[in-house]
């Protein structure tokens, strides 16, 4: 997996050494020797990750760091800082400046490829769900967007797995001061755990006792409840063949023994922060996706979903052999109310009947507004005769109980409604023609006087 890398150092040679070393293993390569020459690159979309040295004149490592991650434009873009400093203290500082890895000068090839191609991975899938989610809405930084960047990464659910006894309660103990934490001893029940769980991290001691934590990271990872939860390793110095295998399978991160907790500290809140805005733009899209098929007023589904579905469950119908029915709805004279008691008032009926006609049918109907006061309802498995005693009770339930709506008084509305009902055998009619018979059920519906049902021969 390859990706375009964006070399930052203020020294030539620096720049030219990784660069050569990058090419040979095909990442694309660019550079850039100074903090605004980065962020300037960064801001124009021309980097999948930035390898970012600390020590620079002008703006440094961090500082460039820090302005690439409170940018909206720029936050999803890991950054790997590359220095010679050595110390946990430099770690930490680096990994709060936003950064999602650290490695020391000079970097092991080994190491610096698979850090790379760990982090383009990631970067690849919340590229996907940005994408999507542009396609879907006008690009703007949403207040939830700007609340997922700003999160700390404190408060996280931290599943921790080791079944050797002591060897982590030090740690759990040190990430209990931020986050909630779970000890896990048994590495088979801990997949069911964080299936289960809500878990923003699982951490994982490499050298189990009884298990391949290897192969735990790797089931882990397969799992589609658990494919997008972040996994950290904990693993001796000496282990790194190991390690490296575990970031191709796709651990995300790791600490080596003995474990500076200052460092382990802000790796899980760096992961734990990742795995916050990755949700957030999840449920965004979803939120997006729903909303193109909802009717904003009524919550219901609108007609573009009713269009899109009906086909596939007169098709469903036709392969089971079984029966289907579609109600036509229409508010018996609705204009009337908007004329007397205005639009607000015709808003809060349109919300109470379909809330009513909610109530009268199955979890499993398809129920839409089609627009105005004119609703349909597609009913699976149901043949004619049950369709219209269905039909029946919602026009019961509407007729029962007047509409109280406000307005420039509050006020009861008595409303009825007029129902068609259209049915077919397996693979009788055609969406467009059960609509049609439906259509023509509700005329004669309203000819007959009104507040009636009427089906279609």
């Given at each position: 997996?390859?990706?375009?890398?964006l070399v930052v150092d203020d020294v030539p040679s620096n720049l030219r050494l990784l660069e050569a070393r990058l090419t040979a293993e095909y990442f694309d390569v660019i550079t850039a020797t100074s903090g605004q020459e980065a962020l300037d690159i960064c801001a124009r979309a021309q980097c999948d990750i930035v390898l970012l040295?600390?020590?620079?004149?002008?703006?440094?490592?961090?500082?460039?760091?820090?302005?690439?991650?409170?940018?909206?434009?720029?936050?999803?873009?890991?950054?790997?800082?590359?220095?010679?400093?050595?110390?946990?203290?430099?770690?930490?500082?680096?990994?709060?400046?936003?950064?999602d890895d650290f490695l020391l000068k000079p970097v092991a090839d080994v190491a610096l490829f698979a850090r790379l191609r760990s982090l383009t991975r990631l970067k690849m899938m919340s590229d996907e769900l940005r994408l999507r989610a542009r396609a879907t809405r006008e690009v703007r930084v949403s207040d939830a967007l700007a609340?997922?960047?700003?999160?700390?990464?404190?408060?996280?659910?931290?599943?921790?797995?080791?079944?050797?006894?002591?060897?982590?309660?030090?740690?759990?103990?040190?990430?209990?001061?931020?986050?909630?934490?779970?000890?896990?001893?048994?590495?088979?029940?801990?997949?069911?755990?964080?299936?289960?769980?809500?878990?923003?991290?699982?951490?994982?001691?490499?050298?189990?006792?009884?298990?391949?934590?290897?192969?735990?990271?790797?089931?882990?990872?397969?799992?589609?409840?658990?494919?997008?939860?972040?996994?950290?390793?904990?693993?001796?110095?000496?282990?790194?063949?190991?390690?490296?295998?575990?970031?191709?399978?796709?651990?995300?991160?790791?600490?080596?023994?003995?474990?500076?907790?200052?460092?382990?500290?802000?790796?899980?809140?760096?992961?734990?922060?990742?795995?916050?805005?990755?949700?957030?733009?999840?449920?965004?899209?979803?939120?997006?996706?729903?909303?193109?098929?909802?009717?904003?007023?009524?919550?219901?589904?609108?007609?573009?979903?009713?269009?899109?579905?009906?086909?596939?469950?007169?098709?469903?119908?036709?392969?089971?052999?079984?029966?289907?029915?579609?109600?036509?709805?229409?508010?018996?004279?609705?204009?009337?109310?908007?004329?007397?008691?205005?639009?607000?008032?015709?808003?809060?009926?349109?919300?109470?009947?379909?809330?009513?006609?909610?109530?009268?049918?199955?979890?499993?109907?398809?129920?839409?507004?089609?627009?105005?006061?004119?609703?349909?309802?597609?009913?699976?498995?149901?043949?004619?005769?049950?369709?219209?005693?269905?039909?029946?009770?919602?026009?019961?339930?509407?007729?029962?109980?007047?509409?109280?709506?406000?307005?420039?008084?509050?006020?009861?509305?008595?409303?009825?409604?007029?129902?068609?009902?259209?049915?077919?055998?397996?693979?009788?009619?055609?969406?467009?023609?059960?609509?049609?018979?439906?259509?023509?059920?509700?005329?004669?519906?309203?000819?007959?006087?009104?507040?009636?049902?009427?089906?279609?021969?």
């Amino acid at each position: 997996m390859t990706a375009r890398v964006l070399v930052v150092d203020d020294v030539p040679s620096n720049l030219r050494l990784l660069e050569a070393r990058l090419t040979a293993e095909y990442f694309d390569v660019i550079t850039a020797t100074s903090g605004q020459e980065a962020l300037d690159i960064c801001a124009r979309a021309q980097c999948d990750i930035v390898l970012l040295d600390v020590i620079m004149p002008g703006m440094d490592g961090l500082e460039t760091c820090r302005r690439l991650k409170a940018d909206p434009r720029t936050h999803h873009i890991p950054v790997v800082m590359v220095t010679a400093l050595d110390q946990p203290g430099d770690r930490v500082r680096g990994l709060e400046a936003g950064a999602d890895d650290f490695l020391l000068k000079p970097v092991a090839d080994v190491a610096l490829f698979a850090r790379l191609r760990s982090l383009t991975r990631l970067k690849m899938m919340s590229d996907e769900l940005r994408l999507r989610a542009r396609a879907t809405r006008e690009v703007r930084v949403s207040d939830a967007l700007a609340a997922a960047m700003a999160d700390d990464g404190y408060g996280g659910r931290i599943l921790m797995v080791d079944d050797r006894d002591g060897d982590l309660d030090a740690v759990a103990s040190a990430l209990s001061a931020r986050h909630e934490v779970t000890l896990e001893r048994c590495p088979h029940e801990a997949l069911f755990r964080a299936a289960d769980g809500a878990f923003d991290l699982m951490i994982v001691a490499l050298e189990l006792k009884d298990s391949d934590a290897l192969r735990l990271c790797a089931q882990t990872r397969s799992l589609e409840r658990t494919r997008a939860l972040p996994i950290l390793l904990i693993a001796d110095a000496d282990a790194t063949p190991r390690v490296l295998r575990g970031l191709e399978v796709g651990v995300n991160d790791y600490v080596t023994r003995p474990v500076d907790l200052n460092e382990l500290m802000a790796r899980a809140r760096t992961q734990v922060r990742r795995k916050r805005y990755a949700d957030h733009l999840r449920a965004d899209l979803q939120t997006t996706a729903e909303q193109a098929i909802t009717d904003d007023l009524t919550g219901l589904h609108n007609r573009r979903h009713f269009d899109a579905r009906l086909p596939i469950l007169l098709e469903e119908a036709a392969s089971r052999h079984e029966p289907l029915s579609v109600l036509m709805i229409d508010i018996d004279f609705f204009k009337a109310i908007n004329d007397q008691h205005g639009h607000d008032a015709g808003d809060a009926v349109l919300r109470e009947f379909a809330r009513r006609l909610k109530a009268c049918m199955r979890g499993g109907d398809l129920i839409c507004r089609l627009g105005g006061e004119e609703f349909v309802a597609a009913m699976p498995d149901t043949d004619g005769e049950v369709a219209k005693l269905v039909a029946e009770r919602v026009r019961a339930c509407i007729a029962a109980t007047p509409i109280r709506v406000g307005g420039a008084g509050v006020i009861e509305a008595a409303i009825t409604a007029s129902i068609g009902v259209a049915s077919v055998g397996p693979g009788a009619d055609g969406a467009e023609t059960l609509l049609k018979r439906a259509d023509l059920a509700l005329y004669e519906a309203k000819r007959l006087g009104r507040n009636r049902v009427a089906a279609a021969a």
